[in-house]
């Protein structure tokens, strides 16, 4: 019998829709500032009322877009499955620095080093682990980073064939054009809104000047209570409703195209000034958020999957953390866990925190699949005296049954002292790195020539570019 916690609901749905009237009264009478002056003309355009930069939204229109996008919403599977224990790792493509085992230095990445750590990925592609590229070069002009970043996703590993978002619109062509190639070609794309209430920035230009090519827009934003949003958290979400139905809105007059939306919020550390991944309240403001969302026509989800946490290096903090949110997200019904090796929100790629974040979900894993309560054998007592007499360890019952009750850890250590002592006393770093090896060692994952030719050209094409602009 698998193991699941119940929880009640944070936010219910009258608290929703309460928290969604206030942000229509925020749109109709704060409304959305338009970072873009074109942009803001075509609103203007389109009808919309404007206070200098601001776009004010009347409800009834927000609401008739809100309908459209819970309608869109309506047919979608909840991602939570009460009979399902397997859990899935989803590795960042967001880090710019790895951490290098053999100096334990945080260092910038390489494209050199990044293509080495996307192999590593991909030796667990068969192990529950998704994603392919973690992070990002640094070692080139930013407009090139993300087409380096995908050839290398395409080139060294089996799940590289998906497209990684564009970042520049001067680039942002190239990475359509290699998707096509790789056979994902891109149909929707991310606006990320910067909080408070503001819509413009490169998402917005790149999906402006790709319309043409998408089928779909998601928009996002980040707001942190008590730095760009109220710090009580029902008003952030109020805010932050109101930011998303903005984009919302003004994206589906802009583009045509369907757009949806997912409401979330951040803590924020007035000491440090950063937002704070891994916090016991990161983990409240998710599982209030997934409540919140069920308003807006999302599927039930009970469990939060979000394990960044702000740790540097691999240690007591990011095992500690990581382990707890995987734990009591698990229990409450979470079965996809993201930000795996991802360290410093996701500034640092760990491989060998990647490892370890393995290990911990195998242990939790463990544990959701629960017990086995099946009455006892009525032969049970034949079995009570054969043990009393030759022991319990050989008979047919325990050979059969050891495997699937106990889990044995691969890289946690099981055995006393002395027996680690004659082994030579090992460091669990000195197994992790000595298994990073032996994985590098044994990858074997080529992209065929013909489309490893024609990412080759389309990258050339796109350093052409970049060069000849200075």
């Given at each position: 019998?698998?193991?699941?916690?119940?929880?009640?609901?944070?936010?219910?749905?009258?608290?929703?829709?309460?928290?969604?009237?206030?942000?229509?009264?925020i749109?109709?009478?704060?409304?959305?500032?338009?970072?873009?002056?074109?942009?803001?003309?075509?609103?203007?355009a389109?009808?919309?009322?404007?206070?200098?930069?601001?776009?004010?939204?009347e409800?009834?229109?927000?609401?008739?877009?809100v309908?459209?996008?819970?309608q869109?919403?309506?047919?979608?599977?909840?991602?939570?499955?009460?009979?399902e224990t397997?859990?899935?790792?989803?590795?960042?493509?967001?880090?710019?620095?790895?951490?290098?085992?053999?100096?334990?230095?945080?260092?910038p990445?390489?494209a050199?080093?990044?293509?080495?750590?996307?192999?590593?990925?991909?030796?667990l592609?068969?192990?529950?682990?998704?994603?392919?590229?973690?992070?990002?070069?640094?070692?080139?002009?930013?407009?090139?980073?993300?087409?380096?970043?995908?050839?290398?996703?395409?080139?060294?590993?089996?799940?590289?064939?998906?497209?990684?978002?564009?970042?520049?619109?001067?680039?942002a062509?190239?990475?359509?054009?290699?998707?096509?190639?790789?056979?994902?070609?891109?149909?929707?794309?991310?606006?990320?809104?910067?909080?408070?209430?503001r819509?413009?920035?490169?998402?917005?230009?790149i999906?402006?000047?790709?319309?043409?090519?998408?089928?779909?827009?998601?928009?996002?934003?980040?707001?942190?209570?008590?730095?760009t949003?109220?710090?009580?958290?029902?008003?952030?979400?109020?805010?932050?409703?109101?930011?998303?139905?903005?984009?919302?809105?003004?994206?589906r007059?802009?583009?045509?195209?369907?757009?949806?939306?997912?409401?979330?919020?951040?803590?924020?550390?007035?000491?440090?000034?950063?937002?704070?991944?891994?916090?016991?309240?990161?983990?409240?403001?998710?599982?209030?958020?997934?409540?919140?969302?069920?308003?807006?026509?999302?599927?039930?989800?009970?469990?939060?999957?979000?394990?960044?946490?702000?740790?540097?290096?691999?240690?007591?903090?990011?095992?500690?953390?990581?382990a707890?949110?995987?734990?009591?997200?698990?229990?409450?019904?979470?079965?996809?866990?993201?930000?795996?090796?991802?360290?410093?929100?996701?500034?640092?790629f760990?491989?060998?925190?990647?490892?370890i974040?393995?290990?911990?979900?195998?242990?939790?894993?463990?544990?959701?699949?629960?017990?086995?309560?099946?009455?006892?054998?009525?032969?049970?007592?034949?079995?009570?005296?054969?043990?009393?007499?030759?022991?319990?360890?050989?008979?047919?019952?325990?050979?059969?049954?050891?495997?699937?009750?106990?889990?044995?850890?691969?890289?946690?250590?099981?055995?006393?002292?002395?027996?680690?002592q004659?082994?030579?006393?090992?460091?669990?770093?000195?197994?992790?790195?000595?298994?990073?090896?032996?994985?590098?060692?044994?990858?074997?994952?080529?992209?065929?020539?013909?489309?490893?030719?024609?990412l080759?050209?389309?990258?050339?094409?796109?350093?052409?570019?970049?060069?000849?602009?200075?």
């Amino acid at each position: 019998m698998s193991l699941k916690f119940h929880r009640e609901d944070l936010a219910t749905r009258d608290l929703a829709a309460r928290v969604h009237e206030t942000a229509l009264r925020i749109l109709a009478e704060v409304g959305l500032e338009i970072l873009s002056e074109p942009v803001l003309d075509r609103l203007r355009a389109a009808g919309f009322r404007t206070r200098g930069s601001r776009v004010l939204f009347e409800p009834a229109v927000v609401e008739d877009y809100v309908a459209e996008m819970r309608q869109r919403l309506s047919s979608q599977q909840a991602s939570d499955v009460d009979d399902e224990t397997h859990l899935a790792l989803y590795i960042s493509s967001y880090p710019h620095h790895l951490h290098d085992l053999e100096t334990d230095q945080i260092v910038p990445y390489t494209a050199e080093s990044l293509a080495q750590m996307t192999r590593l990925v991909d030796t667990l592609a068969d192990e529950g682990v998704y994603g392919a590229v973690p992070g990002y070069p640094f070692d080139v002009p930013p407009p090139l980073q993300p087409v380096i970043q995908y050839r290398i996703a395409a080139e060294n590993a089996r799940n590289g064939a998906y497209p990684v978002d564009p970042t520049s619109s001067l680039t942002a062509p190239y990475i359509f054009e290699m998707a096509e190639v790789m056979g994902h070609p891109i149909r929707s794309l991310p606006v990320y809104l910067p909080s408070p209430l503001r819509l413009g920035g490169e998402s917005l230009e790149i999906v402006l000047q790709n319309v043409h090519r998408l089928e779909h827009i998601r928009v996002s934003s980040m707001p942190a209570a008590g730095a760009t949003a109220p710090i009580a958290p029902i008003a952030a979400f109020a805010l932050a409703a109101a930011e998303l139905m903005g984009g919302l809105v003004a994206l589906r007059a802009l583009t045509g195209l369907p757009v949806t939306f997912y409401v979330e919020i951040f803590p924020f550390d007035l000491r440090q000034l950063a937002m704070v991944f891994g916090s016991p309240e990161n983990f409240l403001f998710q599982l209030a958020g997934h409540d919140l969302n069920r308003f807006y026509g999302h599927p039930s989800r009970r469990g939060a999957g979000n394990m960044h946490v702000m740790a540097k290096l691999p240690g007591p903090q990011s095992a500690a953390e990581k382990a707890a949110i995987m734990t009591a997200g698990a229990l409450l019904g979470a079965r996809d866990f993201s930000g795996a090796g991802a360290l410093s929100l996701d500034e640092v790629f760990s491989p060998e925190q990647l490892l370890i974040d393995c290990e911990i979900r195998d242990w939790v894993e463990r544990l959701v699949r629960g017990l086995d309560t099946t009455p006892p054998d009525p032969d049970l007592l034949s079995e009570v005296q054969m043990g009393l007499t030759r022991g319990f360890i050989d008979q047919d019952t325990t050979l059969s049954n050891y495997r699937r009750l106990y889990w044995h850890p691969r890289r946690f250590e099981r055995d006393f002292l002395a027996a680690w002592q004659r082994a030579g006393s090992p460091t669990f770093r000195d197994r992790i790195r000595a298994e990073i090896q032996e994985r590098l060692a044994r990858h074997t994952f080529q992209l065929d020539e013909p489309r490893r030719r024609e990412l080759e050209r389309i990258c050339q094409a796109a350093q052409r570019l970049v060069s000849s602009l200075g």
